[in-house]
């Protein structure tokens, strides 16, 4: 005997569903064609976003924390698995897509776009306390990457369900369609913010506006195409929602110049003066005006002490002058600094600057403080500026062409500076050198980065070059690759310079050159001695294709 079936039970209401329930086609206010187009559409912006929120973190992250290399694998790596993990979790909400798809475009608006704000706020406010915040910004970074990753990845499997309920089709063809978009949408947000963005916004404006962006399409995507899929609570609650989102990043793009005052202030001091985003770095210089010593930072980092600048930049240049220099080639050094000691010296005939920031060299020259530092060393007719990266530049530069050679770049600990003491570009700068020339380089400190130190001076050996280690001690804080106050108070205080020649050279003072306010040959057969003792034998040279700082 067959049992007649049971009569199947009456569907539950989904509370956050329309009556009539999700498994049915959507009732839209427009055609299938044109919602379906809207809603790729809506792929499109949110997808743009979404790699917006992305290389914002990469950016701010390695400006704050430095080591490019390492924050983007950090912040791509997280995001990547926590946009798997965002995937899986998003089944629950299928049946609640238009919901869902609301409820997370506005979370993800208010993370991504606030996401900027809270990491620089975290920076400059809790950079110099230590201990267990020594490590907040990176934990921050870690924190808004698997947020945005997990909310990026929900996206997706509430969009699918999304096209499939406006139009049945085959899987295959809607994943490629939903993908797409999503990739020329991403291919855009990519675009536009290295070249619109951040020029012309900056990374905190510029990612508040693109939260409100992704608010206002994620919500309007779902509050008016698909509102006929919500209860009316669940439209309430999601206009207000996103109302409350949009609000909150209205406040903060009203407000974030003040907060950037207030966060400079705090990372800098309150004699901050100038703060200016080029398109190579963020400069900012403080004091330097009133009896103040003037402090120079590039992207955060303490590049020029005024305390103490002269005896570095008297311990770069001095010790490389002795013999024949009527032509000088300084290889970075547009604050003047470098050139004003060279020019200190008779029979000096030209100086040739190659500075890749043509706003460094504005400000060298115009601002009140910096220029009566560099005793207005630009204004000297024997003194031209090539505004190039130096790397290139060498490349093209007629051979034997100078009789002394100054690098004063950045940190080698600074990621952007790596092919700047790489084999090869030491085995250029040998090219420009005269048979009887000097290369002096800036090397990083000794005591706290000795493995870096003594890369450069191998690195050097390889290019073909005779090398002669030295270092002078530091009154202030050294100048180096660290950012924070309270990375800056605990750095080294020395800095270590290595002197280079296709014969054997030798740090000493000119007898019948200037005499330096600071360095003797006494300090210098010192520094000498003192890195002699910290040798580090057997390492490798540094190349392109194997950076080892």
């Given amino acids: 005997m067959i049992e007649p079936h049971a009569p199947a039970p009456p569907r539950s209401t989904v509370p956050w569903s329309a009556p009539g329930g999700p498994d049915g086609p959507a009732l839209l206010p427009v055609r299938p064609g044109t919602g379906r187009f809207l809603v790729l559409a809506g792929v499109f912006v949110c997808a743009a976003c979404g790699l917006v929120y992305e290389l914002e973190l990469v950016a701010l992250a390695s400006y704050l924390m430095g080591d490019s290399v390492t924050q983007a694998s950090v912040v791509l790596s997280v995001m990547v698995f926590a946009m798997g993990v965002g ?11 238009a919901a869902g798809f609301g409820a997370v475009e506005a979370t993800l608006a208010l993370v991504g776009g606030c996401s900027a704000m809270a990491l620089y706020a975290v920076f400059a406010w809790t950079g110099d306390w230590g201990g267990m915040w020594a490590n907040g910004p990176r934990c921050l970074l870690v924190a808004f990457s698997l947020a945005i990753g997990l ?66 399409v994620g919500g309007a995507l779902v509050l008016v195409l698909f509102r006929r899929d919500l209860t009316s609570r669940a439209r309430w609650l999601l206009l207000i929602g ?82 024949p220099h009527a032509r000088v080639l300084i290889l970075g050094g547009g604050d003047g600094l470098a050139v004003r000691e060279v020019l200190r010296h008779s029979g000096v005939d030209r100086v040739d600057v ?68 790489s084999q090869e570009f030491y085995g250029l700068a040998r090219r420009v050198l005269v048979p009887g020339g000097r290369l002096v380089v800036h090397a990083g400190p000794v005591a706290t980065g000795p493995r870096a130190y003594w890369t ?57 050159g200037p005499r330096p306010r600071v360095l003797t040959e006494t300090s210098l057969e010192a520094g000498e001695r003192a890195v002699r003792g910290t040798r580090i034998t057997g390492l490798p040279a540094s190349t392109l294709v194997h950076p080892r700082y």
């Fill in 87 to 97: 995937s899986l979790a998003a089944k629950r909400l299928r049946r609640l897509a």
């Fill in 242 to 323: 996103n109302g409350l989102v949009l609000a909150v990043l209205a406040c903060a793009t009203v407000l974030v110049d003040d907060f950037e005052r207030a966060a400079r202030q705090a990372m800098y001091g309150d004699d901050v003066r100038v703060a200016v985003q080029t398109g190579v770095k963020e400069v900012v210089l403080a004091g330097g005006t009133g009896g103040r010593p003037l402090d120079l930072y590039f992207d955060g980092r303490l590049r020029v002490g005024g305390r103490d600048e002269a005896r570095f930049h008297e311990a770069l240049v001095h010790p490389a002058m002795p013999g």
């Fill in 456 to 512: 450069v001076e191998a690195s050097l050996r390889a290019a073909g070059l005779r090398t002669v280690p030295y270092g002078v001690r530091s009154r202030g804080v050294a100048a180096g690759s660290d950012r924070t106050p309270g990375e800056r108070a605990r750095a080294p205080r020395d800095w270590g310079f290595v002197l280079a020649g296709r014969t054997d050279p030798r740090p000493r003072l000119d007898p019948e």
């Fill in 151 to 216: 909310l990026i990845g929900a996206e997706v499997p509430l969009l699918m369900e999304l096209i499939q309920r406006i139009r049945r089709q085959d899987a295959g063809g809607a994943v490629a369609d939903l993908f797409a978009a999503d990739y020329v949408g991403a291919l855009v947000g990519g675009l536009a913010f290295p070249f619109l963005l951040l020029p012309f916004l900056g990374q905190l404006t510029g990612t508040l506006l693109t939260g409100a962006v992704n608010a206002v």
């Fill in 354 to 421: 190659v500075e890749l920031d043509a706003e460094v060299v504005r400000l060298a020259r115009t601002d009140p403080g910096l220029s009566a530092l560099n005793e207005h060393a630009f204004g000297d007719p024997r003194v031209r500026v090539t505004i190039a990266d130096a790397f290139g530049w060498l490349r093209g530069a007629p051979p034997a062409a100078y009789d002394v050679v100054v690098s004063d770049l950045p940190d080698p600990g600074i990621t952007a500076s790596t092919k700047l003491y």
